[in-house]
């Protein structure tokens, strides 16, 4: 039992370090609250189901293609709902709330809400110490590690990783030292959307595709978040394995109270902020000093 808890910690935290990760991307640098966020996730696992069964495509042509897809559409969504009210947050936190649902409704209109999947890209399991372990699974964690270390590297070495993270410390400074705060918000963006796009590329053939399946994983992606601390991809990288692990621990634990795993991660969430209310690695932003 210890393994099995330990191998699904490990798959749910690293779903939800991509999801807060992006998600801490676009609100450090644009301070968008982005709830349309996993819904983008939900659109990419519909794309590689549509490309896969109903236009022939081999797994991984599918996979490219919902994440370029996805990142073309999350352009439109920017520069058509949000970056006409970009400066007013509320307005924003309720269009992307309208835009998550309209999402939700288009893909229950097209595919209905029948329970869809994908077949996996590797077949077969392995046995570690005694617990089964599918490829599928290793392949999953192995691609999250991956993707995640790119992405460190990029905003580590290069020039837009450097103006991404110089205009989340200080937009107005970075506007003053000659970086187009606007254009680099909007990569930002793309970023953010593209990392939902491949966690739902990733994680598609370990779960069923249904039009509410964006709704937990922003749940736990905002709890996240918090937790890490707003804004702080560190904080949201260690806060996902922390609540990945009390989801499993309460699911394997407790089979009957599984239902109650959400409840259990948003009160660890609690717990912490009453400790540290900034979070496990709180950002102050320059405008809040």
């Not at 709890?223 to 601390?229: D, M, N, R």
């Not at 949201?236 to 394995?241: I, L, Q, T, V």
Request: proline share 3%; glycine share 8%.
């Amino acid at each position: 039992m210890v393994f099995d808890i330990l191998i699904t910690s490990l798959i749910n935290g690293s779903t939800y370090a991509m999801l807060a990760i992006g998600f801490s991307l676009i609100f450090g640098v644009a301070r968008i609250v982005n709830i349309a966020h996993t819904a983008f996730y939900m659109v990419a696992a519909y794309c590689i189901y549509f490309t896969t069964y109903r236009m022939g495509f081999n797994p991984v042509s599918a996979m490219l293609a919902a994440i370029v897809f996805v990142t073309f559409l999350g352009y439109i969504a920017y520069m058509l709902f949000i970056k006409p009210i970009r400066e007013h947050e509320q307005a924003v936190l309720i269009g992307t709330i309208a835009l998550a649902i309209a999402f939700q409704e288009v893909m229950m209109l097209i595919f209905t809400g029948d329970y869809l999947s994908v077949p996996a890209l590797i077949k077969g399991y392995t046995t570690i110490f005694g617990v089964k372990v599918f490829y599928q699974q290793l392949l999953t964690f192995a691609s999250v590690l991956v993707v995640l270390g790119l992405m460190r590297l990029f905003l580590m070495h290069t020039k837009l990783g450097l103006a991404i993270r110089a205009t989340a410390q200080d937009r107005e400074v970075a506007n003053l030292m000659g970086m187009n705060e606007s254009r680099v918000a909007m990569m930002a963006v793309l970023i953010s959307v593209g990392l939902a796009a491949a966690t739902g590329a990733v994680i598609v053939p370990l779960t069923t595709v249904e039009p509410f399946m964006w709704n937990h994983p922003l749940i736990m992606m905002m709890a996240v978040v918090v937790l890490g601390g707003m804004g702080s991809i560190k904080g949201s990288f260690y806060a996902a394995f922390i609540l990945g692990f009390a989801e499993a621990l309460v699911v394997f634990l407790i089979p009957a109270g599984a239902f109650l795993k959400g409840a259990v991660a948003l009160s660890i969430m609690i717990l912490v902020l009453l400790v540290r209310p900034a979070g496990l690695f709180g950002v102050q932003f320059e405008e809040e000093r």
